[in-house]
């Protein structure tokens, strides 16, 4: 999935501490429940329940041709305790999606609501009650492997390991991520438990490099993703049914380590000038889930490495750029302007086959 925010979150990073000033103004409210396990009907004891904010802007201010941004720091936790209940006191208001975590369990009434979460709509001030029913769901299991048959572990710190996913097929088509990601572990082994009936693709990411980005910093450019069995297309993928609280096993990913290659060039204008702003996206043509991203460099390079034979597509996409402005009046938020973005996207088709391409030149145009 295409993490399009990556540029907003980089802006406003270093305004967080502002954001919670603001966020202390708002009235807040209480959210607070009762977790049971399904079968039983048993106090889910232990039971961690978040609430992440969904709708934190920007928010058009009516007439003004200005936005509002509410940003929250982090997600706001409680643990359910002996009888079954749990409360979340001073949050603020907004809209939020309640996540729950048991090992080897799932929101039972969050699959009925819409699709694999519940949202909670808190106004100011006010005290919402949330039930929830968890029920036992099924595992995937299986062993990542280089395709010299080592097992698929750097035996560094978990932030850079071999991490595998599983994305479950929405009614509509889509892939929709479901719980977080299981690290291998010295054998290459994974296992993702907690997984409502389904049908999923599995994927294995491969830790990328980080590149330096305009105004300082760096970001972490897209590792490499493979799909079970082995592949770099999520239509090649095997799928893999899910029925709780069924394993199954033996879902085995083989990440290619010979016969891999390079795409690499320059973004620049219509003056042959660098740009060095926005996104670089690089996805198997035709098949843009899961691409892998760069932000361009100080003199509008990027590059992308370990690339099997494949057609790509190599593109371009410019994002709004924002300026933080203040706090407002109430302070409830912060204020800022949003410009349009300042390049149209563009984009390119490039095929591997048996060799590296080099020297790609994006030229790209100022938006409409």
């Known amino acids: 999935m295409r993490l ?76 359910v305790n002996r009888s079954g209940t749990f409360r979340i006191d001073e949050v603020p208001p907004g ?16 699959i009925a609501a819409n699709g694999f979460m519940q949202v909670v709509h808190l106004a100011a001030g006010e005290t919402k009650k949330v039930n929830i029913h968890l029920e036992r769901g099924g595992t995937i299991k299986g062993q990542v492997r280089f395709d010299n048959g080592a097992p698929a572990h750097t035996g560094r710190q978990v932030v850079d390991e071999v991490a595998v996913n599983a994305e479950i097929e929405t009614p509509s088509g889509r892939l929709s991520r479901f719980g977080g990601a299981a690290h291998t572990d010295a054998e290459g082994r994974y296992s993702i438990g907690g997984l409502p009936p389904g049908t999923y693709l599995v994927f294995a990411g491969m830790p990328g490099k980080m590149v330096a980005v305009k105004g300082g910093g760096e970001l972490g450019s897209g590792g490499r993703i493979v799909f079970a069995p082995r592949g770099i297309r999520a239509s090649n993928a095997d799928r893999v049914e899910v029925h709780p609280p069924d394993t199954v096993s033996g879902v085995d990913i083989v990440i290619q380590t010979q016969a891999l290659h390079t795409i690499s060039g320059r973004i620049i204008d219509r003056n042959g000038d660098p740009v060095t702003e ?16 760069s932000p361009p460099g100080a003199k509008g390079e990027f590059s992308f490495e370990d690339l099997p034979n494949e057609n790509y597509t190599v593109e371009y996409k410019s994002y709004p750029q924002q300026k933080v402005l203040g706090v407002t009046a109430d302070r409830t938020g912060i204020r800022m302007r949003i410009t349009k973005a300042p390049y149209a996207p563009a984009a390119k088709q490039v095929r591997i086959s048996g060799r590296d391409s080099n020297n790609l030149v994006l030229r790209v145009r100022p938006a409409g």
């Open 4 to 79: 399009t925010g990556a540029v907003l979150f980089l802006y406003l990073t270093g305004v967080l501490s502002l954001a919670a000033f603001c966020q202390q103004a708002a009235v807040p409210g209480t959210v607070h429940g009762v977790v049971k396990l399904a079968k039983t009907g048993a106090p889910a004891t232990g039971t961690v329940v978040s609430l992440r904010q969904t709708s934190v802007g920007p928010i058009p201010i009516q007439g003004t041709g200005e936005y509002l941004y509410r940003p929250q720091e982090r997600d706001l936790n409680a643990t």
């Open 95 to 110: 809209d939020y999606v309640l996540m729950t975590y048991k090992p080897g369990y799932f929101d039972s009434d969050a």
């Open 278 to 293: 926005g996104l670089i996206w690089l996805y198997p043509a035709g098949q843009s889930v899961l691409g892998r991203s």
